[in-house]
């Protein structure tokens, strides 16, 4: 996307290269590349080559300078660790030296397979060799075997003269999970999906657990001793002072983690499916952008009637799932996102002056912050919505943070057709939204802390001391750390699903942050988890909670190994 253009980052700003990917990609995947930066690439056979590192969600993506080819470097499917490593190159010298950014990407390679195997994955290729590009050049092979999902992404009237991808020493496009086709219906469609299942624990039969716990170690043994898989380290050296490379890329890691475990579950892949088959799939930005604030305005005007404003807020959870330019144009026009926050407030304040909440209010107040959250997803690159809650210092996301604490025990008014274990249910659930967007907030905070800027004052400091000033934050802690403990003791029986994977990790990622940047907090977790901690809560129970397969397992294992060191130090 050139300079001005829609959805284009403060970021990427070289014509140059805007225009390369804008001519040799299609726009599904034009529109899902995050951003890119120069840097000296190091690899197995690449030594010191100065080129582009193109991030997409799923994949790095390597260009030389000036742009020429775009190579597929490495998937995050991939990723073991991304590292900020802090030495001076020898290769470099002066200033460049002395502010360069070394990043150190480890990765697995693609697996080694045997020799029938490999036979019948070079048959496709072979057919290919016939193939040839716009100039009589040979096509390049990863750009034709298989039909693939990034395949499809990629126009064939690109530069001829891309190579191999094994040339750079680096991996082939892996292939991604392919799904059935189906007649879906528009972006804008106002029927939602069915609601996902309930995050919490639920208790089964004991020999259920003791079946999984030995099929999960069974499959990690053998994992572990596959010596098919072998390491691999991708160098990126940046030498601007301003890079944000690092952290754009734990960002979009963490983001595609997130995201290839939540499309584990049936429901959140039928409600996430793209409409890659549907003649809809084309629509242009004009007309995304004229369907949004139709249904903005129709959001604005339905002001107080609770029934229009749920309808519609499912209306738009639903659009925000499957296409992230509708998420950037929630930024960018702002004003839904402070109608939301300003309702929420509003409602969520007069009930805590009766001391009485509804069902209808908890009902509507979830969605409003599931709606929220969903339009953090992959959206860190857009600057306006750093603007947006950056405004008039924070005012906006101190709102938006005083409205997710609730007090786990709150009082709710009983309905006639709703008995007390659903009313339960729902306050549940509003507790599980309102830890998913705080854990978005504090991946915002997260980068804020890491960044030199002085405008950046949304740092993880700064969102914990604005909690303190609600005085049901530490009730709301605790609920936090309870379900965290119950999930990985030995009451929760049953493996996690993918959702209560996910929610898991979030939780994980909430305490934390209180242990690592807020000492009274922390404090408090010590004294009032610390034996919780110590006896219920091993890493070992991460491996028999969380199947090997999903992406999460392996995060989460350190994660909770970092919340076990912090919580245990006297």
């Known amino acids: 996307m050139a300079l001005g253009a829609p959805g284009t980052s403060l970021s990427r700003c070289n014509i140059k290269l805007e225009s390369f990917l804008k001519r040799n990609t299609e726009r599904t995947m034009y529109e899902r590349i995050r951003t890119y930066e120069p840097c000296v690439v190091v690899s197995d056979t690449v030594k010191r080559v100065y080129m582009h590192a193109v991030l997409s969600d799923e994949r790095v993506y390597l260009t030389e300078f000036p742009p020429r080819t775009l190579t597929p470097a490495v998937n995050y499917r991939r990723v073991r660790d991304i590292q900020l490593i802090n030495d001076f190159p020898e290769f470099l010298s002066g200033k460049h030296r002395e502010r360069c950014q070394h990043i150190c990407i480890t990765y697995v390679r693609e697996r080694t397979l045997d020799k029938s195997l490999q036979q019948r994955e070079r048959l496709p290729a072979i057919r290919s060799t016939t193939a040839h590009g716009v100039n009589g050049y040979p096509a390049p092979r990863n750009l034709l075997d298989g039909s693939t999902d990034e395949v499809q992404m990629l126009k064939t009237k690109r530069s001829a003269s891309c190579p191999n991808p094994e040339t750079l020493g680096l991996p082939k496009v892996p292939h991604p999970p392919s799904y059935p086709r189906s007649a879906t219906p528009s972006v804008f469609s106002s029927s939602a999906p069915p609601s996902p299942p309930d995050l919490r624990m639920n208790f089964s039969d004991p020999n259920q657990r003791r079946v999984g716990s030995v099929l999960t170690r069974l499959l990690r043994r053998d994992r572990v001793s596959s010596s098919e898989e072998k390491e691999a380290e991708l160098h990126l050296y940046t030498v601007s002072p301003r890079s944000r490379l690092f952290l754009h890329l734990q960002s979009a890691w963490n983001s595609y983690i997130i995201r290839s475990t939540l499309i584990l579950d049936p429901l959140y892949r039928q409600r996430c499916r793209p409409l890659t088959h549907s003649p809809l799939a084309a629509i242009s930005w004009e007309e995304t952008t004229r369907l949004f604030n139709q249904l903005s305005s129709e959001l604005l005007q339905a002001g107080s009637n609770v029934e229009s404003l749920y309808l519609l807020l499912q209306e738009l959870k639903t659009a925000a799932h499957r296409d992230v330019l509708l998420r950037r144009l929630f930024w960018r026009s702002g004003e839904v996102c402070v109608f939301l926050v300003q309702f929420l407030d509003d409602s969520l304040l007069s009930c805590r002056s009766v001391g009485v909440y509804t069902a209808d209010q908890l009902l509507l107040g979830t969605l409003i912050v599931q709606t929220l959250a969903v339009m953090f997803r992959d959206t860190d690159f857009e600057p306006a919505r750093l603007i947006l809650l950056s405004a008039d210092r924070g005012a906006l996301a101190s709102r938006m943070l005083l409205s997710l604490i609730c007090d786990p025990e709150l009082q709710i008014k009983k309905q006639a057709d709703i008995t007390d274990c659903q009313l339960q249910d729902l306050l549940a659930e509003y507790l599980d939204a309102s830890c998913s967007l705080l854990f978005e907030l504090l991946l915002l905070g997260n980068e804020a802390s890491k960044c030199s800027s002085v405008e950046s004052f949304l740092s993880v400091g700064w969102i ?107």
Do not use: G, T, W
């Open 464 to 570: 914990l001391r604005v909690m303190q000033q609600d005085p049901n934050l530490l009730p709301y802690i605790n609920y936090q750390a309870q379900q965290v403990v119950l999930c990985l003791s030995e009451l929760h029986e049953s493996p996690l699903s993918p959702l209560q994977s996910v929610l898991l990790f979030q939780r994980c990622r909430l305490l934390l942050a209180c242990l690592q940047h807020d000492a009274q907090l922390a404090q408090h977790l010590q004294n009032h988890f610390r034996e919780e901690f110590r006896y219920a809560v091993k890493p070992s129970c991460v491996e028999e909670k969380l199947p090997p397969d999903f992406p999460i397992s392996r995060p989460m294992f350190r994660l909770v190994e970092q919340i076990l060191n912090n919580i245990l130090r006297q």
